[in-house]
């Protein structure tokens, strides 16, 4: 089974840039979509970007424009480019992939604080 594994996050002040990585121990081309999720404390776990195997994308409203998805299959890795960053980012960011069996596999997590 393919295991995912983030970095990438850490502290940053509202307005700047942070950019995600999702490591996969397998390829990603045999995922069916790529995508990050993040929740925030209190919250819901809410899916922010999504990669399809034809290359689609598809993001929430609340980061259309500001989040870009992309993947580098070469390196089977997965990435998620954070621009103009806001408070309301904040929250614990969940690479995951879905198999076209569909199967969910998550990773652990990394965290982005947005100090205003």
């Known amino acids: 089974q393919v295991q995912l594994v983030e970095s990438g996050g850490g502290l940053v002040q509202t307005g700047g840039s942070l950019r995600l990585s999702c490591a996969a121990s397998?390829?990603?081309?045999?995922?069916?979509?790529m995508g990050w999720s993040r929740q925030a404390p209190g919250k819901q776990r809410e899916l922010v970007a999504t990669l399809t195997y034809s290359g689609g994308t598809i993001y929430a409203d609340s980061v259309k424009g500001r989040f870009t998805i992309s993947k580098d299959t070469a390196k089977n890795m997965v990435y998620l480019q954070m621009y103009r960053v806001q408070p309301d980012d904040t929250a614990t960011y969940y690479c995951?992939?879905?198999?076209?069996?569909?199967?969910?596999?998550w990773g652990q997590g990394t965290q982005v604080t947005v100090s205003s």
């Open positions: 995951n992939a879905l198999t076209f069996s569909g199967m969910t596999i």
């Open positions: 397998g390829s990603v081309l045999s995922m069916k979509t």
